[in-house]
């Protein structure tokens, strides 16, 4: 990403900011209408969700006028839209190019999109417990899979008319049965290793209510300082 020097015009600071306010007041208005809304209605839909955006602070934000947009309108302008924060920020396919921080050339906003949302890695920046939840979801998904695996197996054993077709079914079902036991024992240690950072891991479905054990469900630390 290319960069512009530090002394650049401070003047584009301003552009910038009105350029990200841009890019939601026009998709929002865009998706409004594609939802065949009024402002009011959005509006509605806004309370709804639990965080009043009048009719005219919709309004005067789509035509320009309204001066800042904060964080927390976005979330329920998007949540009311049924779209996702980032889309409303970098509308990939209607904004052609943005920028993404002050003093910085303009890029593809479907770049900047990927940047955003964590998808396209920056080489410098720290995404947390970001990928340790990934593995997470992905291990579950494994994990739930293999078992269904298994238990189908296990009843085409039972039903079986042949020796050769119970033979493999019960060979499919110990293989099931290994994924799922290798699945399950990786969620247990990295559950075990997200409480040693002093995370909350998210919650297990019921099928899986066996990952963890007494001792992985205490941390070996009691927060991430103590072990500075």
């Known amino acids: 990403m290319t960069q512009l020097s530090v002394d650049a015009n401070e003047d584009d600071f301003p552009e910038w900011v009105d350029r990200v306010q841009a890019n939601v007041a026009g998709e929002v208005r865009r998706r409004r209408k594609e939802m065949r809304w009024s402002a009011q209605e959005l509006a509605d839909e806004c309370e709804r969700l639990g965080h009043p955006i009048p009719r005219n602070v919709i309004a005067n934000m789509e035509s320009g006028r309204r001066a800042s947009l904060p964080l927390v309108d976005v979330m329920v302008l998007a949540a009311a839209l049924k779209t996702y924060p980032g889309c409303l920020i970098f509308p990939v396919g209607y904004v052609e190019e943005t920028q993404e921080l002050p003093f910085q050339y303009l890029v593809p906003t479907w770049d900047a999109l990927r940047r955003f949302t964590g998808e396209e890695d920056v080489s410098d920046y720290d995404a947390g417990l970001v990928p340790h939840f990934e593995a997470h979801t992905s291990l579950v998904h494994t994990a739930i899979a293999a078992l269904e695996e298994e238990e189908e197996a296990r009843f085409a054993a039972k039903t079986a008319t042949s020796r ?12 099931y049965r290994d994924q ?7 969620l247990r240690y990295l559950r075990r290793d997200l409480r040693d950072d002093g995370a909350t891991p998210p919650d297990l479905p019921p099928a899986l209510g066996d990952v963890d054990t007494p001792e992985t469900m205490t941390s070996t630390n009691t927060t991430p300082e103590d072990r500075l």
């Open 180 to 186: 799922a036991i290798i699945a399950k024992y990786k």
């Open 164 to 175: 050769a077709e119970k033979e493999e079914a019960k060979r499919r079902r110990i293989t």
